[in-house]
């Protein structure tokens, strides 16, 4: 397989600039702080961390088998390959499913379980590489396989919960949902396992290297665009104390109180019309805290995303028809805008799972006569 490629200078060159993007995108990640695709937005330092020591995984692999690239014996050869594959395990393996994981924010999750994981192939691995012999390796491929199909069902059930988590503290979710990210790279993990499973020569080759730049270029994006939610934004002031002597008793917390205080301070303030407003700061605005709070809604059937963009969607529906009543002249995406979304699509997913209709419709039915 080695010996078309040696003679390819084209490959050489390709196989030369992607260890540099590689090595680059690594550097890059841990001392740049402030982002340059997104520069309103704080990404996770972990991620970010976490990322370019994968990125380094990938540069120093390619460093690893450059040797390959040139005429050395076949002995030496087959000992930089079997040691090269045992190296991917213990190092770009393991550190693509920690970025998977490190980019679900809702907790810290432990990283043990890759180790056990990954200690079959390791230690098979290991005697490929003290007998000089390939005779494990489809071994390897099929375990390697089922251990990513077994990985993407994983995070299937993982982000499940992580939108549940999300849904239930945010009530804004531009930059902070990664089930895109996770559609992409287990397409690419596939893809990438498949074709290796089935497929050698200089086409696999100049393959592989396309996809990692696809792959080094798609994370650095993910990475840049993800925001931050360990860190929360500057916090909302209290509302105007206007409760009475029996509101700042301990029975304040029950859920028939926070119903009438989230009446008197979020929904007649307006403070649902704030960017990025938190279930932690919607709870210390109204005097309560967020176990209480998210209590409360789930006795309601509803999560605090939803609740606050079904207000958000009531008070597009009230700046329409004063707008319309009025005659002034006006765009769905002004009025949404002012209604507290930062996004028109976010609010069109959010106003027909209110109404049962997109706002095209809606807004055609309103213009109706006799509506």
Known sequence: MYDQIREDTLYIMLYAVVTAIAMLASCYLLLRRANAIAPDITSPIRLRRWTAAFFASFALNHLWYMP?????????????????GLLDCMTIVPLAIAVLFTMLQD?????????VMLAPVIVADLWCVAARSYALQTVVYVYFLLMCIGLIIYMAHTLGQYDRWLRDNFADLEHKEVW???????IIMMVFTIYAL??????YQFA??????????YLLWRVETLSDLSTPAPPYPRAPETRTPEARTPETRTPDNIGLLLQQHCIDTQLYLQHDLTLAQLAKAIGTNRTYLGQFFSTQGVTYNAYINGLRVGHFVGLYQAATADRHSFTAQQLAQESGFRSYRTFSEAFKRETGQTVTVWMKMQQEPGE
């Open 68 to 84: 390959i690239l040139f005429h050395i014996s076949s002995d030496d050869v087959t000992m930089i390959d079997l040691t090269g």
């Open 107 to 115: 907790r810290r999750r432990t990283l043990w379980p890759i180790a």
């Open 180 to 186: 895109q990210s996770f559609l992409v790279l287990a």
């Open 198 to 203: 089935t497929s050698e020569g200089p086409t």
């Open 208 to 217: 592989m290297q396309v996809v990692i730049v696809v792959l080094i270029g």
